[in-house]
C-alpha cells in the first residue's frame, strides 16, 4: 500500500459548533474518520500543517496515514476538504479509513500528455478543450495510482478522447462506463471573430437621418401653413370691420 502523506491527529472530545469555532481560532481544524467497520471518530488536525498539504493533487487522490495520538495509526483516504468561502483557511476534513483487502473509490486526476505536440495543435491550429479533469475509479488500496493519462501526441483536428480511452492500471475500473462512454478531451477549430459591427452602424446612421429628415419635413411644413392661417385669420377680421 502506497503512502503518499502522513501527518498527525489528536481526537477530539468536544464537538459542536461552539467547539469546532474555537478549534479553528487555536489553529485546528475538526475532522472526522469513518468506515472500516469502526464507529466514526472525530480528531483535530493542525491548520497549517493542512495548507501544506492541500495543494498537491495527489493529496486527494493517494492514501494517507494518520498517526493518532492514542498510540494507533490508521490509513485512510481524503473525502472532503471544506475552506473558508473568503479566507484561505481549511473549515473541516472528512476522512474514510482504508482496509488493505477492501476496494475504495476516489477521484483521480487526469493527466494529458502530448497535446502540445499533436498534429491536431501543432500543424492544424486547433484549440484543446478539456471536458473531464478527473474520473472517479474503484479500486483495491495497493492498486491505486496517483493519476491517470491519456496520449494526446497523434490527435487531429476534431478528434475527441473517451473514457474508454484512457488506459487503466491492472485492478483499475471506471464505474461510469458501465452506463456511458462520456468524452474526456477534443481537438478543434478556433471560433471565428464575429465581425464588429462598425460598418453596419456607419450604414445605418446616414439611413436613419434620412429618415428623421424625412419625417421632420412633413412637420415643418405642417407648422408654416398653420403659421399663413394665423396670419391671414386677422386680416380677414380687420377688412369686415372697414
Do not use: C, W
Not at 12 to 31: D, F, N
Not at 35 to 48: M, N, P, S, V, W
Not at 215 to 220: H, M, S, V
Amino acid at each position: 500500500m502506497r503512502i503518499s502523506f502522513t501527518f498527525g491527529a489528536d481526537i477530539r472530545e468536544m464537538q459542536g459548533k461552539g467547539a469546532s469555532r474555537r478549534l479553528r481560532h487555536t489553529g485546528k481544524v475538526p475532522a472526522v474518520i469513518y468506515g472500516g467497520h469502526k464507529e466514526a471518530q472525530a480528531l483535530i488536525l493542525d491548520q497549517q500543517n493542512l495548507l501544506t498539504m492541500i495543494g498537491d493533487e495527489r493529496f486527494y487522490s493517494s492514501i494517507v496515514q494518520l498517526k493518532i495520538s492514542n498510540g494507533t495509526q490508521q490509513e485512510a483516504i481524503v473525502k472532503d476538504v471544506q475552506m473558508h468561502p473568503a479566507r484561505n483557511v481549511v473549515v473541516h476534513v472528512d476522512l474514510q479509513r482504508v482496509v488493505e483487502n477492501e476496494q475504495i473509490r476516489l477521484k483521480l486526476p487526469i493527466h494529458f500528455k502530448g497535446q502540445s505536440i499533436s498534429p491536431g495543435v501543432k500543424v492544424q491550429g486547433g484549440v484543446v478543450s478539456h471536458l473531464r479533469q478527473d474520473i472517479e475509479v474503484v479500486t483495491l488500496p495497493k492498486d491505486l495510482p496517483e493519476f491517470l493519462e491519456i496520449d494526446m501526441s497523434a490527435m487531429n483536428l476534431n478528434e475527441t478522447k473517451f473514457l474508454s480511452d484512457i488506459p487503466l492500471p491492472p485492478g483499475v475500473t471506471i464505474p461510469e462506463l458501465a452506463h456511458r462512454n462520456a468524452p474526456v478531451v477534443s481537438i478543434h477549430s478556433p471560433r471565428a471573430e464575429e465581425p464588429e459591427p462598425v460598418a453596419e452602424a456607419a450604414a445605418a446612421a446616414p439611413a436613419e437621418g434620412a429618415a428623421a429628415g424625412a419625417a421632420a419635413a412633413p412637420a415643418a411644413g405642417a407648422a408654416k401653413a398653420g403659421d399663413a392661417k394665423a396670419e391671414a385669420a386677422p386680416a380677414k377680421k380687420e377688412g369686415g370691420k372697414k
